[in-house]
DNA sequence: ACTGATGTTCGAGTGTTCTCGAACGATTCA
DNA sequence: TGAATCGTTCGAGAACACTCGAACATCAGT
């Protein structure tokens, strides 16, 4: 959490395509974008929690996803507008190819 | 040119993110969908051959440019029609977003 | 305070990627 | 055949990414 979340227009490219090219990342995005909201340990991978915040983190500072404590959860949920204002339609093309 | 193409149906979603998250790459692209085709030595990045030999590899290998001998040339396209077929609207999202 | 739950951070190990010069192969043209 | 052009391949070095256990911090409830 101490890691920093780039705002809107600190957005790039690159580091978005590079967050999403990795399985496990993508598979997080699908299930946080699948009900809106989801604590880290919800996302259905089994892997150990320090490897699953490794992947959380990187999503986080690519400004893919956005992450607000309640309690001693943290909730994530993808950054659709932000993502949607400044790369339009890249988020859902990613979404919809990585649903095939 | 040893490195094999993966056919339409073997383009796979993250290698395609991996190819494209380097900004060398999507350089690359953008400038090969420009013009259609063209040779490696004409994409206007100034590095050692050897290393825009790595990046052409690795487009090659996400299948997201095709290549053909033409003399003692390479010349490069955009696998459009592919990915359009494989993930319809990934390609334009991408180069729009890299447009920006 | 203590305990349990949720995640982060740290450090180490392993593997992969990027970069570059040098050597090589294929082709063209003289 | 000789020389030039184009691009690949090889090998080495540096940087980076992924994985994991262990230790830590925070919060909630008892």
Redesign the pocket.
């Given at each position: 959490?101490?890691?920093k979340q780039p705002s809107r227009d600190q957005l790039t490219l690159s580091e978005i395509l590079?967050a999403l090219?990795?399985?496990?990342?993508i598979e997080i995005v699908q299930s946080i974008a699948g009900v809106g909201e989801?604590?880290?340990?919800?996302c259905g991978i089994d892997?150990?929690?320090?490897?699953?915040?490794?992947?959380?983190?990187?999503l986080?500072e690519a400004g893919v996803i956005a992450?607000r404590?309640?309690?001693?959860?943290?909730?994530?949920s993808v950054r659709s507008a932000d993502l949607n204002a400044r790369f339009p339609g890249l988020l859902n093309a990613i979404l919809k190819a990585a649903r095939q």
């Open positions: 959490m101490r890691a590079n090219s990795d399985p496990v990342r989801q604590p880290c340990n919800q892997m150990p929690k320090s490897s699953l915040s490794h992947h959380f983190k990187v986080r992450t404590v309640e309690g001693t959860r943290l909730i994530n």
